[in-house]
């Protein structure tokens, strides 16, 4: 119910700070370390990072809240926890898929605030993690959501280091993407690419700002609003 209301009345809610961090914080530690996490029918963790997602989307008292809380390092252990389950093949229902696609739109969120984003360069599993998350293409969400964090983390030049791939990633990880952001307007309309394809453009730009717009990546802007 919560995260129905944060999600819908993101307006109405955005002056509010959320009072159930203490609580929803303490959910996701449990949760976390719990043994039979992921064998539990109906699992609270993937709900739990949902909601810590929408709040701090919602406002920046929350992304506040939640970093004073020490909420960024904990959530960051329930990343580490699932991401160590996933495979390239792995279902995109399971819950170890579902936390960590909550989780890099979460910490993507967070990059707009500058005190959460000095916590997360000070942890750099939180960037290894994201990094790996562009490697499961069975989780396409996953994927998308990936990109979208490592381009918010690119707006802040300390972050932008960190995630700014050395010659190996980029050549057998990033550049799929990147070569998809640049050929986006030859893309047929219906090609499954072309999510992924929006999803890389801004990531290119920011991680190499000096360009300037191209036909192709015009044509990307106008096709992202």
């Given at each position: 119910m919560q995260t129905i209301l944060f999600s819908r009345f993101p307006e109405i809610l955005q002056p509010y700070k959320y009072a159930g961090y203490p609580m929803l914080i303490r959910t996701i530690e449990m949760e976390t370390a719990d043994d039979r996490l992921f064998a539990k029918p109906i699992p609270l963790l993937p709900a739990a990072c949902e909601?810590?997602?929408?709040?701090?989307?919602?406002?920046?008292?929350?992304?506040?809240?939640?970093?004073?809380?020490?909420?960024?390092?904990?959530?960051?252990?329930?990343?580490?926890?699932?991401?160590?389950?996933?495979?390239?093949?792995?279902?995109?229902?399971?819950?170890?898929?579902?936390?960590?696609?909550h989780l890099?739109?979460?910490?993507?969120?967070?990059?707009?605030?500058?005190?959460?984003?000095?916590?997360?360069?000070?942890?750099?599993?939180?960037?290894?993690?994201?990094?790996?998350?562009?490697?499961f293409q069975g989780a396409p969400l996953l994927t998308i959501g990936s990109l979208g964090a490592v381009s918010a983390f690119a707006v802040d030049s300390a972050l932008q280091e960190l995630v700014r791939p050395p010659p190996v990633f980029l050549f057998f990880f990033l550049l799929p993407f990147l070569t998809l952001a640049f050929f986006f307007s030859f893309l047929p309309a219906h090609s499954q690419r072309r999510p992924l394809a929006l999803a890389s453009s801004p990531l290119r730009v920011r991680l190499h700002p000096s360009r300037e717009w191209s036909g192709c990546d015009r044509g990307v802007q106008r096709a992202g609003g």
């Open positions: 909601l810590a997602y929408y709040t701090v989307k919602v406002s920046a008292l929350n992304a506040e809240e939640l970093r004073r809380e020490n909420g960024l390092e904990i959530v960051a252990k329930a990343f580490s926890r699932c991401i160590d389950v996933i495979s390239p093949k792995t279902n995109p229902q399971e819950t170890s898929v579902q936390v960590c696609t890099v739109h979460l910490y993507g969120s967070a990059a707009l605030f500058e005190k959460c984003r000095e916590v997360i360069a000070q942890n750099v599993s939180i960037i290894k993690n994201l990094c790996r998350c562009l490697t």
